[in-house]
């Protein structure tokens, strides 16, 4: 705005809206450009041909008492990594991680999303690499990208910055929904590998990687392994969906679930658990090179309530029912975490002391 | 993020999430503070002890092959007004009507929505206040606030700005949705007025008033009739979901309806109608001073096709329910404007050409 106001025109010619700094035709091409790619994400349920003004998605069929679970997020300051690296074609993963792997924990099956995209400028090529990554992120969620916003807001966001929000909803059956009630002392406690620090924790990822080391993008610090820091950092956010209706399947008497975003083990765990119980983690767990990294820099104790500590997703299961669980992940080739199991803990626990680290 | 890479702390110094910028305290106070907001808009279908990492509600029983109906957008640039004039508690209003008028144009009854309020670091008033108006402004469209996120990304937000997205979610009988596709000639097309500008096409009007005219936000131009700037710029957007139901509830042969946004008149009332057919405008109505100041430097056509024109919902309705319509509209102390009929046009007739402009 600032910039624009340097030259005012002269006072009785005419202003358009786009010389106000709009470009609807950019914006038409873009929804162009990813109509195959939300094509592709479309589930029988979905009325393709109504709604102009909307996205229309029938209740599925054959679910008694439906219950709609919805939820939203954005990525925090993960963007800031995409802005520098120019890696735009996975930050979409990281949304729809956000918020599908928050209503997956209710037991629900994802039916569809739709996202915000806030910019200064339209860039083309960039609004299209980061809705194909949100498309292919929703397609294996197993849920439909049934619309988005794309808002050019001159004057809102530095030059090649963007803010992203994303929203589902899913759908399960009253009498399925899963919600912590029924968790046990006994339960055994699962967890799912996150691929690193998912979308969470990165104002201060940032702050140490980038600003107090110092590290380049394309350093390759012997903890990562082999990885750029820009890899590290960039690496998409893993999707559950697919492990939860996998577990759900079998039949298992899942108690609980809970998605490991900021706050961490001790932040989610107990969101989902009944007073007077928490959970005992047992053996140490092989934590992601970008964690060991942060760690030179950070408390063991800010690093827990910050970061997921190379847990992405968690399954409280009845203990007849681990052997299941394991095997129904185990087909989907993951490598499940023996992450301990639920104990009693006096009723007046603080929140976060409920998650007792060995 | 800049500021901060100024003074690296010392080189073995442990480093805080606080420290990065990110104050957990300040985001936990707020949702505190917007609680009871968010309690006062619950319909009987959300289950409200349920879903700790999500928003849960029920689909309403008594509808006959539910469908759900969605869309999402945001503000624009009103929100620089917002920031200019320090009016935080009706920019809820604009997001809630963005969204809801959309959604309800399909028929549908509003059931929930979510935001996302994104901000380089959260100042608790303003938060306040923005989620204080969405909260209400759900309330008066008769949807569940049932979630939201506020997302402190420090370094992406300008001091004191914020964006917002915002989320709806509808329901409707499959059999009972209106999608424009029964719309005839003769039919009758009545509006109902916007409260001005509404949320679209402010990075126009402030280029036009705050610059191009330089007039201050207290200043009174004539054709404001007595309204500041400000107020005149920050007039919250209308919502008509409960219009909707009620012309619904009479029974009325409803053929289609259209929410007038981005586009104005002749973007957005061809998106409901078949081929072949058109919008025949017939007298002029009344504008708002706004729009009719702005109009002193921007050309006619640009006006219609950046702003409402003062319409800010469109009913097209069988001729013979016109009389009930305007019964049911009048009975919730609407005035709505006679706007024309739908008329035959040449199937090749440009989209924005279909509405016929006297």
């Known amino acids: 705005m600032a910039s624009r106001g340097d030259s005012p025109p002269p006072s009785q010619s005419k202003i358009s809206y786009r010389e106000a700094g709009v470009d609807i035709d950019a914006g038409d091409e873009l929804v162009e450009r990813i109509k195959p790619f939300a094509k592709k994400t479309r589930i ?28 939203t997020d954005g990525v925090g300051t993960k963007l800031k990594v995409a802005f520098l ?32 995209y806030g910019t200064g400028k339209l860039e083309l090529s960039v609004g299209e690499n980061v809705i194909k990554g949100i498309a292919e992120a929703c397609a294996e969620s197993g849920c439909a990208l049934l619309g988005g916003e794309t808002a050019e807001l001159p004057g809102m966001y530095a030059a090649g910055e963007y803010d992203l929000a994303g929203f589902a909803v899913g759908v399960v059956s009253r009498k399925k929904i899963v919600d912590g009630k029924r968790v046990a002392e006994g339960d055994k406690v699962i967890g799912l ?39 590290a950092l960039m690496a998409p956010t893993r999707l559950y969906a697919k492990h ?24 989610n765990l107990p969101r989902v658990l009944p007073d007077g119980l928490g959970v005992r983690l047992g053996k140490p767990w092989a934590r992601p090179g970008i964690l060991e990294l942060i760690a030179e820099r950070v408390e063991e104790n800010e690093l827990r309530r910050v970061f997921n500590l190379g847990v992405g997703f968690v399954f409280v299961v009845a203990k007849e029912d681990e052997a299941k669980t394991l095997e129904a992940l185990s087909a989907l080739g993951e490598a499940p975490i023996d992450l301990g199991e639920i104990v009693r803990v006096p009723e007046d626990t603080d929140f976060e002391a409920r998650v007792i680290f060995p």
Chains 1, 2 share one sequence.
């Open 193 to 231: 590998p996150s691929s690193g620090l998912h979308s969470n924790g990165y104002s201060l990822a940032r702050r140490v990687v980038l600003e107090a080391m110092n590290l380049e993008l394309s350093a390759k610090p012997e903890k990562l392994g082999g990885k750029t820091v820009a890899e």
């Open 44 to 71: 029988p349920e979905v009325l393709a041909d109504v709604g102009g003004f909307a996205g229309l998605c029938a209740v599925p069929s054959g679910i008694d008492d439906p219950v709609l679970v919805s939820g």
């Open 85 to 116: 690296t120019g890696i735009h074609d996975t930050i979409g993963f990281d949304l729809v991680g956000m918020c599908v792997n928050d209503i997956v924990t209710t037991g629900a099956r994802p039916l569809f999303f739709l996202d915000y």
């Open 244 to 267: 939860v209706q996998a577990v759900l399947a079998t039949g298992a008497d899942v108690h609980a679930m809970s998605h490991i975003t900021g706050g961490g083990l001790p932040g």
